[in-house]
């Protein structure tokens, strides 16, 4: 029979981790459909970042309550993947509790720990369930998280609450059998918190105790399976994305904008035209201005796009969404996802990208929400993974200026003003000081 479940393991790692790196390979591609970008400088600086935002979480505890029952949540998730490890080797070689023997008294303080934070996850995943579900905070209500957003919050708080009743339910069973002294089951010490619990299961017959604790192993690591390839599916891929995310963050000032060398040269040589170049080579086409399509985006806004946590931080502060406009920083992330999947789906189906008539302007993300955006980087600074919605927002309005000459009249007053009076004023520069001489 052991040789059966090992079996049956195998082959269920082997199909879990096959379709999960499938799936990550595919969003890599995605990803890497996007613009180069050079960030390879300051590594320092960047590592820095990575352990900072993404390791320690720095900027979540600007907000310290659910920064903590964040940090529980992820804490337990990571530490308690070392617990995974064991059964993981378990299922392969067809022991139990692979590690006791090993690690002697020092198991049981670590099983116990993990216990811990067991339970720290299960109250936390509780009261965000009752802060998404119940009390209905405004920044996890919101209308574009109607359908599959809400949906898939809700499935990951559900499927970490199973995972972690599991495990606590397995101990018990195990500490009860480890008390009958059933073979095949390790004698430890005492864990933390299920060793309190095994009267639950008093009177129950031996058959019955390994029928519960066997249950609860394979549903657990299955769940894992299930979970690991539920991921990249889901928000909370960020678990892993986060960390490359904070590696790649922008390190120039927030307020500096990237300018583009092909306008800078134009406005040079219109200023200062001995500057121009003196070839009478045609100067390379230049096949769009911004960003129309996510084709046209930096592989770092794709990352951007596909480590955003929906948590809604960028558009709790943006002044634009706080005033009634339709701007959702959060919205433009989901957005921009949401159409590199499509693509990468055609992609899948035609081996090919095959036109289908859409862009993420208009058909994803509409002028008026551009528009909206006063550039303040409120969103860039609330982000706890470090993600840019304002480079995204920038690139397309410089399309829709640039390319398509989409821009309100006050706008295009202004830009003449500048072309031809060197300020967003209608005064040429030598009528500007005019008025000091009345």
Request: charge should be neutral; include cysteine.
């Given at each position: 029979?052991?040789?059966?479940?090992?079996?049956?393991?195998?082959?269920?790692?082997?199909?879990?981790?096959?379709?999960?790196?499938?799936?990550?390979?595919?969003?890599?591609?995605?990803?890497?459909?996007?613009?180069?970008?050079?960030?390879?400088?300051?590594?320092?600086?960047?590592?820095?970042?990575?352990?900072?935002?993404?390791?320690?979480?720095?900027?979540?505890?600007?907000?310290?309550?659910?920064?903590?029952?964040?940090?529980?949540?992820?804490?337990?998730?990571?530490?308690?993947?070392?617990?995974?490890?064991?059964?993981?080797?378990?299922?392969?070689?067809?022991?139990?509790?692979?590690?006791?023997?090993?690690?002697?008294?020092?198991?049981?303080?670590?099983?116990?720990?993990?216990?811990?934070?067991?339970?720290?996850?299960?109250?936390?995943?509780?009261?965000?369930?009752?802060?998404?579900?119940?009390?209905?905070?405004?920044?996890?209500?919101?209308?574009?998280?109607?359908?599959?957003?809400?949906?898939?919050?809700?499935?990951?708080?559900?499927?970490?609450?199973?995972?972690?009743?599991?495990?606590?339910?397995?101990?018990?069973?195990?500490?009860?059998?480890?008390?009958?002294?059933?073979?095949?089951?390790?004698?430890?010490?005492?864990?933390?918190?299920?060793?309190?619990?095994?009267?639950?299961?008093?009177?129950?017959?031996?058959?019955?105790?390994?029928?519960?604790?066997?249950?609860?192993?394979?549903?657990?690591?299955?769940?894992?399976?299930?979970?690991?390839?539920?991921?990249?599916?889901?928000?909370?891929?960020?678990?892993?994305?986060?960390?490359?995310?904070?590696?790649?963050?922008?390190?120039?000032?927030?307020?500096?904008?990237?300018?583009?060398?092909?306008?800078?040269?134009?406005?040079?040589?219109?200023?200062?035209?001995?500057?121009?170049?003196?070839?009478?080579?045609?100067?390379?086409?230049?096949?769009?201005?911004?960003?129309?399509?996510?084709?046209?985006?930096?592989?770092?806004?794709?990352?951007?796009?596909?480590?955003?946590?929906?948590?809604?931080?960028?558009?709790?502060?943006?002044?634009?969404?706080?005033?009634?406009k339709k701007l959702s920083p959060r919205k433009i992330m989901m957005d921009t996802r949401?159409?590199?999947?499509?693509?990468?789906?055609?992609?899948?189906?035609?081996?090919?990208?095959?036109?289908?008539?859409?862009?993420?302007?208009?058909?994803y993300i509409t002028v008026e929400e551009l528009r909206a955006c006063t550039t303040c980087?409120?969103?860039?600074?609330?982000?706890?993974?470090?993600?840019?919605?304002?480079?995204?927002?920038?690139?397309?309005?410089?399309?829709?200026?640039?390319?398509?000459?989409?821009?309100?009249?006050?706008?295009?007053?202004?830009?003449?003003?500048?072309?031809?009076?060197?300020?967003?004023?209608?005064?040429?520069?030598?009528?500007?000081?005019?008025?000091?001489?009345?």
């Amino acid at each position: 029979m052991h040789v059966v479940q090992q079996v049956l393991f195998i082959i269920c790692a082997i199909a879990a981790i096959y379709f999960f790196v499938k799936k990550v390979t595919e969003m890599r591609r995605n990803i890497m459909m996007g613009r180069p970008e050079d960030l390879s400088d300051n590594k320092g600086q960047r590592w820095k970042n990575m352990i900072l935002l993404a390791l320690g979480q720095k900027k979540m505890f600007k907000k310290p309550i659910p920064a903590f029952l964040h940090l529980a949540v992820y804490a337990g998730f990571i530490i308690i993947n070392a617990e995974i490890l064991e059964i993981f080797l378990d299922g392969i070689l067809g022991r139990h509790r692979l590690f006791a023997p090993l690690l002697g008294n020092l198991y049981a303080y670590l099983i116990g720990f993990f216990e811990i934070l067991a339970v720290l996850v299960l109250v936390s995943v509780i009261v965000f369930w009752i802060r998404r579900n119940i009390l209905k905070v405004r920044r996890l209500d919101m209308k574009e998280l109607n359908g599959w957003p809400r949906k898939d919050a809700n499935t990951i708080l559900y499927i970490e609450m199973i995972l972690m009743t599991l495990f606590l339910t397995m101990n018990t069973a195990d500490q009860s059998l480890q008390a009958l002294g059933v073979a095949h089951y390790t004698p430890t010490a005492p864990f933390w918190i299920t060793s309190h619990f095994t009267g639950i299961f008093s009177g129950m017959s031996e058959g019955a105790l390994v029928g519960i604790e066997r249950s609860c192993w394979w549903l657990h690591i299955i769940g894992v399976f299930l979970f690991l390839n539920y991921l990249p599916y889901s928000k909370h891929f960020h678990i892993i994305l986060a960390f490359p995310n904070a590696y790649y963050a922008k390190l120039m000032p927030q307020g500096e904008v990237k300018n583009m060398p092909e306008i800078q040269n134009e406005v040079l040589y219109m200023m200062e035209p001995d500057k121009a170049p003196t070839t009478t080579e045609a100067p390379p086409e230049h096949k769009n201005f911004g960003a129309k399509e996510v084709t046209d985006l930096s592989w770092k806004n794709l990352l951007d796009a596909y480590s955003c946590t929906e948590c809604g931080r960028c558009t709790s502060v943006c002044p634009a969404n706080l005033t009634g406009k339709k701007l959702s920083p959060r919205k433009i992330m989901m957005d921009t996802r949401d159409r590199l999947e499509e693509v990468g789906r055609n992609i899948n189906g035609n081996k090919e990208f095959k036109p289908d008539g859409k862009t993420l302007i208009n058909d994803y993300i509409t002028v008026e929400e551009l528009r909206a955006c006063t550039t303040c980087q409120a969103c860039v600074e609330a982000c706890p993974v470090t993600i840019d919605p304002l480079s995204i927002i920038m690139q397309l309005r410089r399309s829709l200026v640039m390319d398509d000459s989409n821009a309100p009249q006050e706008w295009n007053l202004m830009f003449g003003n500048i072309e031809n009076n060197m300020a967003p004023w209608k005064f040429s520069p030598d009528d500007r000081d005019a008025w000091v001489k009345e």
